[in-house]
């Protein structure tokens, strides 16, 4: 009979911060290989006139491979890498907002930093005056939807963490 009652308080016990944590890096990871996907399909398409391979291999090296599948999946591999940290930053700052706006609001701010802080870096791509406007347009869109999908994952899931750990605490004191 004790050992029942321990198994239901153990069930109402608040879920750890480490599992939320994890979960909300395992929403970067999943969400950038998912964006870089969608990229990549963009940019055979046309809506796009760059890649991002175009980013991250091409503008430090030309190897031929890099113009391969190999450079394709080593790219959607290091997107999915560099998305943990972009996770990591809302679930800090931003995961008690509830709103979806601040899942596009975020997606136009990553898009900025890429597109005017660190484009000086990335000498294989054209200037933002350069490209076509269906690159400015799809690659907006396409850092909307992936602000989107990290800020409402991770903010819905810490708020339902923290609900579950209400709700188990209300029926503790019961």
Same mark, same amino acid.
Request: proline share 2%.
């Given at each position: 009979?004790?050992?029942?009652?321990?198994?239901?308080?153990?069930?109402?016990?608040?879920?750890?911060?480490?599992?939320?944590?994890?979960?909300?890096?395992?929403?970067?990871? !999943?969400?950038?290989?998912?964006?870089?996907?969608?990229?990549?399909?963009?940019?055979?398409?046309?809506?796009?006139?760059?890649?991002?391979?175009?980013?991250?291999? *091409?503008?430090?090296?030309?190897?031929?491979?890099?113009?391969?599948?190999?450079?394709?999946?080593?790219? /959607?591999?290091?997107?999915?890498?560099?998305?943990?940290?972009?996770?990591?930053?809302?679930?800090?700052?931003?995961?008690?907002?509830?709103?979806?706006?601040?899942?596009?609001?975020?997606?136009? !701010?990553?898009?900025?930093?890429?597109?005017? !802080?660190?484009?000086?870096?990335?000498?294989?791509?054209?200037?933002? *005056?350069?490209?076509?406007?269906?690159? &400015?347009?799809?690659?907006?869109?396409?850092?909307?939807?992936?602000?989107?999908? &990290?800020?409402?994952?991770?903010?819905?899931?810490?708020?339902?963490? /923290?609900?579950?750990?209400?709700?188990?605490?209300?029926?503790?004191?019961?």
């Amino acid at each position: 009979m004790h050992n029942l009652e321990d198994k239901k308080l153990e069930q109402n016990k608040p879920e750890d911060t480490s599992t939320l944590l994890g979960r909300s890096l395992l929403t970067g990871f !999943i969400g950038g290989i998912l964006a870089s996907l969608l990229g990549l399909f963009m940019y055979y398409f046309n809506f796009m006139e760059v890649s991002a391979k175009s980013y991250l291999l *091409r503008s430090w090296t030309t190897a031929g491979w890099t113009d391969t599948w190999l450079g394709e999946l080593l790219t /959607i591999i290091l997107i999915g890498l560099l998305s943990i940290g972009v996770a990591l930053v809302y679930y800090g700052v931003f995961k008690k907002v509830t709103s979806i706006w601040m899942g596009i609001v975020y997606g136009l !701010i990553l898009w900025a930093i890429v597109f005017f !802080i660190l484009q000086p870096i990335f000498s294989n791509v054209p200037n933002l *005056r350069e490209m076509e406007i269906k690159t &400015i347009v799809s690659t907006l869109c396409l850092y909307v939807l992936y602000g989107i999908f &990290i800020g409402y994952s991770i903010s819905f899931d810490y708020q339902d963490t /923290i609900a579950t750990a209400n709700d188990g605490s209300k029926k503790v004191s019961n």
